[in-house]
């Protein structure tokens, strides 16, 4: 395949998977985070026996219902493309990434697909508390499918528990708990669930404001603000707490991604955190900075060296880091080895075999490196990963504010008062879902090119496909996700223009 047609195809099916990727994450957070408001709502009228309660959970948990089908036609599709589009990348390390996947459909999904049908029917039908339970199990259920999810996309970032057997040219894991417990899969699940609950908060924040500028359900509204609010803080301190140790992990796995997040192009110590800036082309971004933050972030020491893009590039001797030429050169080195032991293993000969492996485990740390003729493909879009990133982190501070002035006022019975806050509470499920799209663009564009880190290049990991066919199912899948889309909106609508069934002295 000449290199124009191979560019073409790697274009298409990241662009494919990344439009599937993101219409998935629009149902996703707001079913994690209202699966758990509901099942605290259904306590309560299980604690309390009053009808209010019952009312205001079947609400919520209606919106929920439409949210979570799409959610999982949407996630059916994005698995499939592992293997329709991304078939190579599959067979690499098919071992290790699909175990998370088979967990994830064997265990979670049964369990939240047999107890959300006792949540949604089983009023009346069942004892309320084994009615109760099931809501509860219902968001278990939900978020441990998201846990192992995660947990494969977190390997990808940071690949551990393998190895690599020459002889199928496959990784194998070789430690399950390293794959589901390292620290990028436990920053990655923390920050990524508790940011899904800051979403559902705002949206049940939005639409009961949405009420109460009505003049609609405000008892209702008031009650499911509260709720929602005090939720939504905690998740913000959450968000905030897990996204430092993401970032700090960042930093020791995926340096190269801390410096496009950063626009830092030339390393230095006690480096400064960019605040509000601009990101300049091959010069360090400017703007506000808070002086030695960065390196605290990054290393837990204000002092702290962090490498910027031309450190990584060029190689800092100084500070040990081995220059992107000489990774490159190690990876030609790892891959013609593992030429050269099959070639010898098919010869039958096992000595030399052996050599040829002692060579390739000696370099394999840079096999992905070897894929590539110029360093300069190794650098990841800093313009997008750096605004992405600064505009995620100045919403998440936003949040932490907003939720505790909202969760003030409605524990005060004043939140219904201000017009202009009612108003700003409804932008705020877009400004929510803003953030949670762009931290995802952080994460994903940010380690480019990589599909595995320093393992798997993108440009390697593609299915045998021309590119138009892929441009054609893109389409495809636009139409398809965009119908699915405004059918889940105009259906949510109606539901919200309903409201919940309360007689008119709970209204």
Sequence with gaps: MSEHLLTALVDWSRAQFALTAIYHWIFVPLTLGLSFIVAYMHTMY??????????????????????????????????????????NYSWFVGDIFGAPLAIEGIFAFFLESTFVAVMFFGWNRVNKKFHMISTWLTAFGTNLSAVWILVANAWMQSPQGMAFNPDTARNEMVNFADVVFSEAAVNKFMHTITEAYLLAAFFVIGVSAWYLLKNRHTKFAKRSVLVASVFGFLASIMVAVTGDGSAYNVAKTQP???????????????????????????????????????????????????????DLMDGNMEQGIVSYDERMANGKIAIQALRDYKDAMANGDIALAEQHKVVLDEHFGDFGYGYFEDKAELVPPVGITFYAFHIMVA???????????????????????????????????????LASELGWVVAEVGRQPWAIQDVLPVHVATSHLTAGTVQTTFFLFAAIFTALLIAELGIMFRLIKKGPNLNQEEE
Excluded at 402 to 421: E, S
Aim: no cysteine; hydrophobic share 50%; proline share 1%.
């Design 46 to 87: 299980f604690r309390t026996g009053k009808e209010e309660w019952k009312e205001s959970s079947k609400f919520w948990m209606k919106l929920f219902g439409v949210n979570f089908a799409i959610g999982v036609a949407t996630g059916i599709i994005l698995e499939f493309e592992f293997g329709t589009n991304w078939s």
């Design 256 to 310: 190269m991604k801390l410096a496009a997040m950063e626009g830092l192009y030339q390393g230095t110590e006690g480096a400064s955190l960019v605040l509000m800036g601009i990101a300049k082309d091959g010069e360090d971004a400017v703007g506000i900075k808070m002086p030695g933050m960065l390196a605290f972030l990054a290393t837990r020491d204000f002092n702290g060296f962090v490498p910027g893009i031309n």
């Design 395 to 433: 919403l998440g501070f936003y949040f932490i504010l907003i939720t505790l002035i909202i969760a003030f006022l409605a524990y005060k019975d004043k939140f219904g008062k201000n017009k202009l806050l009612l108003r700003l509470s409804i932008l705020n499920i877009f400004l929510a879902y």
